[in-house]
């Protein structure tokens, strides 16, 4: 079984109910696994077995279900053909590519144009790919004509909407003068002419409400239901009851004025384009995070190719290529530094705002910014392999899951379709039996007002417009998570448990102390001990020498070195032994400790650090320390965590006096020490065991398997690739508090999609018996329910602007 994943943008859907379709259509599909749609983010993602099924058959089948696909278009130049063999080679391969749909090869113009789906496959992949056959392939002149699909419906929705405002606003005159407290308004005699209104009402209810009656006719089709079932069947009760009193007043010579209602279906048809219109402006609104995100890569790249400096589109750029950064420039793509030495400032995915020193063989990273030095550096990830392209996808698929809060709703508005429908009829019957006995009119009323106000947009937009924003605006704040149901969970943690090395602490040893004796000066045994330990390899010799370095003392070149496995080192420096280790190669070496000596070595190794003796000229010098030291934020984010009411525990393989050590310094609650990395998921479990919920929060490799285990799993995103693939959350500073700021943006999201639903059911609620008893007029219904829809985007925008920096 080849097992796939594929993401399709869908157009035409009007509520969950067309979502619930398409993946009850989808699902049932031979070799589909798992179908999933977001209604908000209008996308359809498959995992199927590709070897049963392909992407064309879902869209054959998305079609058939009345809805349709949406592709991108991108035509290119091509060199190096020879003949028709060679357009079909490369029509043949394009085509083979996951997430195309067609490649048309024309060798004549020697150009290629082909439909793709830009969620599975990138220009930048077809210029690869081609470029591997032997031929070139280039975007044309003109450049890549990417069709903005948002901005063209928000067109469309504004020039229907229009249309339908300038044909209803004479029929909603003679409605509002038919209130007797705006009796006073004048109304021309020709609007009162039934046929006059039906001139009016009949292009607003069959042209510009078409689209109602089409999904109305492919849902039931499909023996399913969804708002314009409702819409459909409310404004055409309203149209054709309106026709037929038309019909029965001319056929009684035209005596008085018939009571029509023909506005209240043009307004209802009006009031939903204008929910519609401002739900699409929103929605775009929603995906502004990813927008913001693709923003940020360079256009254009300056490459060496042949020994020429020349400037490329950055979707051009292959793996490989040597790239010239000049001050100021950001980088294109992710490499490692073959020439030069700069600060780069990675502020856009770490949060850090202090530049960061690079030099020759350090990775970059593609969209920062090289702040004052010019560098080459050498393409090593390029396209949807890039560092940027990497976070796009964690955000568009965090957006595109569900939560299980969604889930419930989806399954809710799944049902609330008919039996809306069987309200109306019931509320028609008994209007029409009971409380006005044959009286056609009075029972209809309160059944259109119960279509129009049920239409359950707003409960399909309730819960994915909150992850978009809550997601995209999380993403911005170096928060990345891998879908809603990880937000929806985050909340509800009450354990936080964390690894000490490089996430409580930086991860690399550093000089932290220097004590000297017997009349020793500082800087001469810093200068000697620099310069012996700087023929060492080992990590604590360099952290040794790095300090040594920052306190600008010089070194002096050794005349001998020896290393000690398990003792420490030896150097002979301008004439003058020098040992560095431990008391065992002290005694060796019969060189005594005083009783104060010792002491200064048990506090220093009681406060978590590794400390080593000193000896110059067989005399006891002193003692120099290190230790894997605190990051400056992490006490004031354990402290934030007990603010929140949360249990801290430190999980780490160091042994317990230096584990304690470091937990006293941040005030952590318990510390489990002594760890092996495969028991770290058994403590996990122990913790689960007791009923709590945990946050496993890591970078190593030896991280991993306890990140999958507890209940949400947060990544170090300075940590390594294996731990970020296994968390559910990436936290890109490196920084604790991001823990903390995760678990306040999944509380406040979480509360922001309870508003929603609040606002989602609240017209229905209230509307529904209040239609069902008469009191509420359907053109008042229809603005009820834009409004409801409107106000549920409005606040899930709400998230875009969160700030929590005093949280």
């Known amino acids: 079984m080849a097992t796939k994943e594929s993401t399709l943008q869908i157009s035409g859907m009007t509520c969950t109910a067309c979502a619930s379709r398409i993946e009850k259509g989808i699902s049932k599909m031979p070799g589909v696994d798992k179908a999933n749609v977001n209604f908000a983010l209008e996308q359809l993602t498959v995992h199927y077995d590709s070897e049963e099924t392909n992407e064309n058959e879902f869209k054959n089948k998305i079609e058939k279900i009345g809805y349709s696909v949406v592709e991108e278009k991108a035509e290119f130049d091509i060199s190096g053909m020879t003949c028709a063999a060679c357009a079909t080679k490369i029509e043949k391969a394009i085509n083979k590519m996951p997430g195309v749909s067609s490649a048309n090869v024309n060798f004549a113009l020697e150009t290629i144009s082909v439909t793709y789906n830009d969620r599975e496959v990138q220009p930048s992949d077809m210029i690869a790919k081609v470029n591997k056959l032997g031929y070139e392939l280039r975007p044309k002149e003109d450049g890549q004509e990417k069709i903005d699909h948002k901005q063209t419906e928000i067109r469309k929705q504004t020039q229907k909407f229009i249309f339908s405002a300038i044909l209803t606003l004479p029929l909603l005159w003679t409605m509002v003068a038919h209130f007797k407290f705006l009796s006073f308004i004048y109304l021309p005699a020709m609007f009162m002419n039934p046929w006059f209104q039906l001139a009016l009402a009949t292009p607003v209810q069959f042209i510009i409400g078409a689209q109602f009656y089409k999904g109305a006719y ?342 001998s070195f020896e290393a000690l496995p398990g003792y420490g080192i030896r150097a002979e420096i301008n004439g003058k032994e020098v040992f560095v280790g431990t008391r065992k190669l002290m005694r060796e070496q019969n060189i005594s400790l005083s009783n104060e000596t010792e002491t200064m070595m048990v506090k220093l190794e009681q406060d978590g650090k590794t400390a080593m003796l000193i000896a110059i000229s067989r005399k006891l010098a002193g003692i120099i320390a290190v230790a894997d030291t605190v990051k400056e934020t992490s006490k004031e984010a354990i402290a934030r965590m007990h603010k929140l009411g949360l249990e801290v525990i430190m999980l780490t393989g160091d042994n317990e006096r230096t584990a304690d050590a470091i937990a006293k310094q941040v005030e952590i609650d318990r510390v489990i020490a002594e760890v092996l990395p495969d028991q770290k998921s058994d403590e996990i479990k122990r913790l689960q065991a007791q009923g709590k919920k945990v946050a496993m929060v890591g970078d190593g490799i030896n991280d991993a398997p306890a990140l999958a285990m507890a209940d949400v799993g947060m990544a170090v995103g300075t940590g390594t690739d294996i731990a970020i693939e296994a968390a559910d959350i990436t936290l890109m500073r490196g920084d604790l508090n991001s823990v903390v700021d995760a678990i306040i943006m999944s509380k406040k999201t979480m509360r922001n999609i309870k508003e929603n639903l609040f606002f989602a059911f609240i017209y229905n609620t209230i509307g529904i018996p209040i239609a069902a008893i008469g009191l509420l007029a359907p053109w008042v219904a229809g603005a009820a329910m834009a409004f409801s829809s409107v106000s549920v985007v409005l606040n899930a925008l709400r998230l875009q602007r969160v700030s929590i920096k005093n949280e």
């Open 218 to 559: 492919t849902s039931l089709k499909n023996k399913s239901a969804n708002m314009d079932v409702l819409v459909a069947l409310g404004t055409s009760a309203a149209y054709f009851y309106s026709l037929y009193l038309s019909f029965e007043w001319m056929n009684a010579g035209r005596v008085g004025e018939p009571e029509l209602y023909f506005e209240a279906s043009a307004v209802i048809i009006t009031l939903i384009l204008l929910g519609k219109l401002f739900e699409v402006r929103a929605k775009g609104k929603t995906s502004q995070a990813i927008q913001k995100l693709l923003n940020l890569q360079a256009k254009t790249a300056r490459v060496v190719r042949n020994g020429k400096e020349q400037e490329i589109p950055v979707e051009e750029v292959i793996e490989g290529d040597i790239i010239i950064v000049r001050p100021g420039e950001k980088i294109p793509v992710d490499g490692e530094i073959m020439e030069g030495q700069s600060a780069i400032d990675e502020s856009m995915l770490t949060g850090e705002s202090i530049p960061i020193d690079k030099v020759s063989g350090d990775s970059v990273i593609g969209a920062t910014i090289n702040k004052n030095g010019s560098l080459q550096i050498k393409a090593t990830k390029v396209g949807k392999d890039t560092a940027l392209a990497q976070i796009v996808k964690v955000v568009e698929d965090a957006q595109g899951s569900k939560a299980d809060i969604q889930r419930l709703a989806d399954k809710i508005s799944g049902v609330f379709v008919p039996i809306v429908v069987l309200i109306a009829l019931t509320t028609f019957f008994i209007w029409f039996f009971i409380v006005t006995p044959g009286d056609f009119r009075s029972s209809l009323i309160p059944t259109i007002s119960i279509l129009v106000i049920a239409c359950p947009c707003a409960l399909g937009l309730a819960t994915p417009t909150s992850i978009m924003a809550g997601s995209g605006r999380s993403a911005e704040m170096g928060m990345l998570f891998k879908g809603g149901e990880h937000l929806e969970h985050t909340q509800s943690i009450d354990t936080v448990v964390l690894d000490k090395t490089g996430t409580v602490t930086k991860g690399e040893p550093t000089l932290t102390d220097i004590v000297t004796t017997d009349g020793f000066k500082k800087e001469d045994v810093l200068q000697l001990v620099g310069t012996a330990e700087n023929q060492s390899e080992h990590p604590l010799a360099q952290a040794i020498v790095k300090g040594v370095m920052d306190m600008d003392i010089s070194l002096l070149e050794a005349d």
